[in-house]
């Protein structure tokens, strides 16, 4: 599993708006963004129950790390204050795991939160990123 979570992050670790301005970046492609945010939040999310179906065996919390180190900060806040912003939604679902992942990933958590200064704040509450009010509360829950 580790090896396949760092293959699928580095696919998203490019520069965020893309470089080319002929190819999107991949989180800008909404079945992209959705599967990484269902990796993320640990399973699929049920409508019907509103709620996640944990997925056995999935540590979502590790995936979080392991995109905090593989994707990192300046990808990552770029997602959600640049281009598009179309990464809004994921980097929420990052910060909401990393919120309810307690202790056991208490640094990261930590370290995510610094990411998230108030200027960068500022720049996602005045920007036009669907599922900014989303992000704004799962970074105000770290």
Not at 33 to 52: C, D, E, I, M, P
Not at 54 to 83: H, N, R, S, Y
Request: net charge neutral.
């Amino acid at each position: 599993k580790a090896a396949a979570s760092r293959s699928l992050l580095k696919v998203i670790s490019t520069s965020y708006p893309s470089a080319d301005p002929s190819l999107q970046h991949p989180i800008d492609l909404p079945h992209t963004s959705r599967l990484y945010k269902t990796l993320l939040q640990g399973g699929h999310f049920n409508h019907a129950t509103k709620s996640v179906e944990p997925a056995p065996g999935w540590d979502a919390g590790a995936f979080a790390k392991e995109f905090t180190e593989i994707v990192g900060k300046d990808v990552t806040i770029g997602m959600c204050t640049l281009g598009e912003g179309n990464g809004a939604f994921v980097v929420a679902e990052l910060c909401a795991t990393l919120a309810k992942s307690g202790e056991k990933y208490g640094k990261v958590r930590e370290a995510v939160k610094g990411w998230f200064e108030k200027d960068v704040r500022d720049a996602v509450s005045e920007g036009d990123a669907k599922g900014k009010k989303v992000l704004l509360e799962s970074i105000g829950s770290l």
